[in-house]
């Protein structure tokens, strides 16, 4: 189900009405692009602007990709799909350089559970992935430091599985019309060095022992 | 009784808030390099000092010690080890050669010390090349300590030097020659004298600008035992220099097997090898 969404989404993502009259139009474009709005949560700002792309700002600590991240995004297929980019930052003291961290990410939620006529909403499960580029670490490797293959992992490149969910209040309507929510998120997430030593040593470590907790609150405008 | 319960039961439950609290504040984790630790996971290099020389060697007694090597991502391996090393008799410490971590991130290092924190006996560690990648150098010194120190135990003075010179690009201070001179020109009242680092000077990541002065210093102490590596994954044991001066290299994690070193009389030693 997630590649399908992520492959819709990709096929959707820029901000114009795909051509659906097309005989190659595929059947997954086609699927996200007529998705209806659904009342109270994404409703089109003006007419020829892409109602499933509703935009939301993101604050976060932890999950490896910053002591304080911010970010922005994109919604897809009445909000179930998430494409952020977030810029994380570390300080000195607690990485020994200060760090700053790119981090794109996408997450699948595929139930979202209104609670009563609280405009509290629960998003259950969310599942995703993430990659991250770190900037100003020590030892990152000069031209010429190391002989080929000397190590064979990336120190700047993580990528990692996420796995979440969330709690969503609705906020009153922006002026120009569109569904705003506040989010309160956490993810829990891993990266692929400690999946690898997880994957060689599952007697000595452990799931937890893996993984890594973000919490985080997302502004959807 | 019910007050006693009680006050135990908010002690238990105090305790055991903290200890949550402390591990979310891990598992908030700010990057892979991110260095924070527990309390009781830093500072390791003098905490395991402490205790060694709490419990000084009597006399008559030999100086006995584990030496392995580049533990790196073999946690598995290490249990055994832990479980193999204790059951031996007469062993004053542990000795690794470097390479504790295999990513140079500072849960790797927790990671290898929450199996050797299980030792009865404290472990000791030189930094290794794998420990300076990305930012490890500044979480192998908040989790374990120094890369360049010394200590006296059983009439020797032991001297762990970093030697990972191309981690610094080879810019010709790396190994700290001058230092160690110093070291083992004043031995602090020991007669005996060893060297442990991670890159023995005959590889190809040792500097090459200060082989000679590396070597040259080790043929010029007379009260030196040996010099120990680890970096090489496997046990040797010979003369590279041809010069009197005998190297030991470790075993790593993975090969299941360590060795156990015993040093008594002048300069005399005998090796066992333990398999796991």
């Known amino acids: ?221 | 009784m019910f007050p006693f319960f009680s006050s135990s039961f908010l002690r238990n439950a105090f305790v055991g808030a903290l200890a949550a609290g402390l591990s979310a504040c891990e598992l908030v984790e700010f990057s892979p390099n991110d260095h924070r630790a527990r309390a009781d996971q830093k500072d390791l290099t003098a905490k395991n000092l402490a205790r060694l020389i709490a419990a000084p060697l009597p006399p008559g007694d030999t100086l006995r010690f584990v030496f392995s090597g580049d533990s790196q991502r073999f946690y598995d391996d290490a249990q055994d080890l832990v479980r193999s090393v204790n059951q031996q008799p007469g062993v004053q410490f542990m000795l690794i050669s470097g390479d504790i971590s295999d990513f140079g991130l500072g849960r790797e290092m927790r990671w290898i010390d929450n199996e050797l924190r299980k030792l009865k006996m404290p472990y000791l560690t030189v930094i290794g090349n794998h420990d300076h990648v990305a930012n490890g150098r500044e979480a192998y010194q908040e989790i374990f300590g120094p890369l360049n120190y010394s200590f006296v135990y059983a009439d020797t003075k032991f001297v762990l030097i970093d030697t990972n010179s191309r981690e610094y690009n080879f810019n010709g201070r790396v190994p700290d020659v001058p230092w160690l001179r110093g070291q083992l020109a004043d031995l602090n009242g020991a007669s005996r004298s060893v060297v442990i680092s991670h890159v023995p000077p005959q590889d190809g990541d040792f500097d090459p600008n200060l082989r000679d002065a590396y070597a040259g210093t080790l043929r010029e102490t007379s009260s030196l035992v040996f010099e120990m590596n680890g970096h090489r994954h496997d046990y040797s044991v010979g003369q590279p220099f041809n010069d009197g001066v005998t190297y030991v290299n470790s075993y790593d994690f993975e090969k299941r097997k360590y060795l156990i070193v015993t040093v008594f009389g002048d300069k005399q030693f005998r090796l066992k090898q333990v398999s796991f």
């Not at chain 1, 304080?68 to 998430?82: E, H, I, K, N, Q």
């Open chain 1, 1 to 221: 189900m997630a590649p399908t969404f992520l492959l819709a989404a990709l096929l959707a993502a820029p901000p114009t009405t795909p051509d659906l009259s097309g005989p190659t139009a595929s059947a997954d474009s086609v699927a996200v692009a007529v998705v209806p709005a659904t009342p109270n949560i994404a409703r089109p700002a003006r007419p020829g602007v892409a109602h499933y792309q509703p935009r939301h700002l993101l604050l976060q600590t932890g999950g490896g990709v910053g002591m304080l991240s911010l970010g922005g995004g994109l919604s897809f297929a009445r909000r179930r799909l998430d494409l952020d980019a977030l810029v994380g930052y570390v300080p000195a003291r607690h990485a020994g350089t200060a760090l700053t961290i790119a981090t794109v990410k996408v997450k699948f939620a595929p139930w979202q559970l209104p609670l009563g006529g609280s405009g509290l909403a629960l998003t259950p499960l969310a599942v995703g992935a993430y990659g991250s580029y770190t900037f100003g670490l020590r030892n990152a490797g000069k031209e010429g430091q190391y002989p080929d293959d000397y190590y064979w992992w990336s120190r700047t490149v993580r990528v990692g599985p996420v796995l979440g969910s969330s709690l969503s209040y609705a906020l009153p309507d922006a002026a120009n019309g569109r569904a705003r929510r506040l989010t309160a998120y956490y993810e829990l997430a891993t990266n692929d060095l400690y999946g690898v030593s997880y994957y060689l040593n599952r007697r000595a470590l452990s799931l937890t022992d893996i993984a890594t907790l973000a919490l985080g609150l997302k502004l959807e405008m």
